[in-house]
């Protein structure tokens, strides 16, 4: 091997870390198939413990040993939920945040480095089909604003909910309740208040309308004054033990229900790491959730932000001139997933060279369609967590990279 050689590879850009989520021994993709996807690390959650609940660290350990298992790595905890005691500040949500401290201390104690986390209001992310046919034959995930409309209107029966849509989305959303019959009804509100992968809240609409109560007094402001009180609690223990946060934009960025969004836009991103200046307060940078908005440049965002960077969702979305979005191809759609994980390899190389121990950024490829022999497969799955699609998605972007590192690393030695 000649000089030029050993140095061209001594400057080699380094890649990311080639992560899969796993929803835990129930998940109909087992790890030996995750292994098989060429993945190294897996995303993963205690899901069975119950939301506000202590995770003991003797579970966390045989969790991780049986990632181990397979030869697999577990160092990214998707998610730890947040009570939503704590995003109202009502009843006991001083004890949830004590309990939200162990658990990073249990965590740390068996290795874990990153806990991504949400302050969405009510639901997480929200989708109106989980079965969206495209031409090419695979299912994705869709948002329609009219068929939610359906669901605000007809079945939660929001008070004021007219007002959050105009006069065709409404007439829309009409047409699309007379034509559900009662099994369809049953089934597209199963879909709307239950889709959380990995586990089963059981809520039921009910339950929705009472969480809402709970935020009617609470507007942007508000909600972003509840993070920063939550943050200054358990970012000095995560810089105790040496977790990093990484807070998940909302998914749509945009209001639901009439509930505040605090996580949707470039200035939302800043006024949260401002909260708390700190490294160890940083994003979990997802390409879909964000792309969703047309009025976010991605590209921005990350060039701005990629410091704090501490653990990446790549995925993409087709935006409709109607507002509505659809899970695409993940090199197709709406965002260009090139730029994004050309600036995050450039980071990854900066921190490289100022030795951070964090260095190595984790990305996995999210909501894959499902599609080929996953199609044949019957319900439940966890909608957009079929194993094909996702690899499908993890080989591209596993090409993106290397293309992407080698030009890096050619335009780095001349």
């Not at 400057?11 to 989520?21: A, D, I, N, V, Y």
């Not at 964000?290 to 993409?316: K, Q």
Request: net charge neutral; hydrophobic share 35%.
């Amino acid at each position: 091997m000649d000089h030029d050689t050993r140095r061209a590879r001594s400057m080699q850009q380094p890649l990311m870390k080639e992560c899969f989520r796993w929803y835990g021994p129930n998940d109909p993709v087992p790890l030996s198939y995750i292994k098989q996807t060429g993945a190294t690390h897996v995303f993963s959650a205690l899901h069975h413990v119950p939301y506000g609940d202590v995770w003991a660290q003797d579970d966390i350990h045989q969790y991780k040993q049986l990632i181990e298992s397979v030869n697999l790595r577990w160092d990214v905890v998707e998610s730890v939920p947040v009570h939503e005691d704590i995003k109202t500040r009502t009843g006991q949500y001083q004890k949830y945040i004590d309990r939200y401290k162990q658990t990073l201390s249990h965590l740390a104690a068996e290795g874990i480095k990153v806990v991504i986390y949400n302050f969405m209001p009510v639901l997480d992310w929200v989708r109106t089909d989980l079965r969206h046919k495209l031409p090419d034959g695979s299912r994705c995930l869709y948002f329609s604003i009219a068929k939610f409309a359906t669901f605000d209107l007809y079945m939660l029966k929001r008070p004021d909910a007219a007002a959050s849509y105009t006069k065709a989305e409404i007439e829309e959303a009409t047409r699309i309740w007379k034509e559900m019959n009662v099994t369809t009804r049953k089934q597209f509100e199963r879909d709307m208040i239950d889709i959380f992968p990995g586990c089963s809240r059981g809520l039921t609409i009910h339950d929705v309308r009472s969480m809402l109560k709970l935020y009617q007094n609470i507007g942007q402001q508000k909600l972003k004054e509840h993070l920063r009180l939550f943050l200054q609690e358990i970012a000095p223990v995560a810089r105790e033990v040496n977790i990093n946060l990484a807070i998940h934009p909302d998914d749509p960025p945009f209001s639901i229900m009439g509930l505040p969004r605090i996580v949707s836009t470039e200035e939302d991103l800043h006024d949260i790491l401002m909260m708390v200046d700190d490294p160890v307060n940083g994003l979990c940078f997802c390409t879909g959730s964000l792309g969703a908005r047309p009025d976010n440049n991605l590209h921005a965002i990350v060039r701005r932000f990629s410091n704090r960077v501490n653990a990446v969702h790549l995925r993409n979305v087709q935006r409709l001139e109607n507002g509505d979005f659809y899970e695409a191809d993940h090199l197709a759609g709406s965002v260009n997933l090139s730029n994004i994980v050309r600036e995050l390899l450039i980071e990854q190389a900066n921190r490289l060279k100022h030795q951070r121990n964090d260095w190595q950024i984790s990305f996995r490829p999210d909501h894959g369609h499902t599609m080929l022999d996953d199609l044949s497969k019957p319900d439940p799955t966890n909608p957009g967590y079929s194993c094909i699609g996702r690899m499908r998605g993890l080989a591209e972007l596993r090409g993106l990279q290397h293309g992407l590192a080698q030009n890096l690393t050619t335009i780095n030695t001349k």
